[in-house]
């Protein structure tokens, strides 16, 4: 696990592209590895990933100046050894201007926090040239592309744009592999604790039974052999994936700020 101080944003301009499911992991991979983590739901409706840590994370509505407030005010403080924001895409624009406004990326260095963008573009044009925008404006914080399997192949148009070109090299990336139908209906359940699944993976023979934490309500990844074997598999990927980007982050030499208006 990297030494580091990481603030994440996980981010996407569009709805449904696996945004809240990456955050989920990224969370619960701090957890796993024993780190204190503060997390901050930007989804003020639906909610989904305080739901799945109701101990650990903060509802913001960005649309509220109060909120937008106690967002950068967490975020520039006193920290925990790592945060994560689930970015809504209703708020993606607004965030990444108050972001730029407060200049937060280099405070954030100069405190030895290192702020990561993992960007998830869907299969348009339109989303690679917004990934790029703010790739290239925000040279003092981390960008990771993160690419989701299951939104499926890359539309024709977007393949021959300059800004997909642009990400063609672009480094660190990671890729979130598809999930089956009867695993993603495990995963939906915000009770199901990922980490603490795999703890328990880990603590215990292949041949045992797995027992669910005391009191919680039984999930299939617990009562089915099989269920068990392929959540295993795809967490064990998932947070492989995770760990190898924010060493490789981690190992990078920083990049100086400079003007993106020069």
């Known amino acids: 696990m990297p030494g580091k101080n990481f603030a994440i944003i996980v981010a996407s301009p569009r709805a449904r592209t696996g945004k809240t499911l990456l955050a989920r992991l990224i969370a619960d991979h701090f957890l796993l590895a024993g780190r204190r983590i503060d997390i901050f739901d930007t989804d003020a409706t639906e909610k989904s990933l305080s739901a799945c840590f109701p101990e650990n994370s903060t509802v913001i509505d960005l649309d509220r100046t109060v909120d937008q407030m106690k967002l950068f005010d967490s975020l520039a403080g006193p920290m925990p050894e ?92 990671m890729k979130l592999t598809q999930l089956d139908a009867f695993l993603t209906s495990v995963l939906i359940d915000p009770a199901f604790s990922l980490s603490e699944f795999m703890r328990r993976v880990l603590a215990t023979k292949p041949a045992d039974p797995l ?52």
């Open 82 to 173: 790592s945060q994560v924001i689930d970015l809504t895409h209703r708020s993606f624009e607004k965030f990444f201007k108050l972001m730029r406004d407060s200049d937060y990326a280099s405070e954030a260095r100069e405190r030895g926090i290192e702020p990561v963008i993992f960007y998830i573009p869907d299969r348009d044009v339109e989303t690679y040239e917004q990934g790029r925008a703010i790739r290239n404006f925000f040279r003092d914080a981390s960008f990771v592309l993160a690419e989701n399997e299951f939104l499926g192949e890359i539309d024709r148009e977007a393949r021959r744009s300059e800004a997909y070109l642009a990400f063609k090299t672009h480094q660190p990336r």
């Open 211 to 262: 027992t669910p934490p005391p009191g919680a309500q039984p999930s299939m990844a617990y009562l089915s052999r099989e269920a068990r074997a392929g959540m295993t598999q795809w967490l064990k990927s998932a947070f492989a994936e995770i760990g190898r980007v924010l060493q490789e982050i981690e190992n990078r030499p920083v990049e100086p700020a400079r003007d993106p208006f020069k």
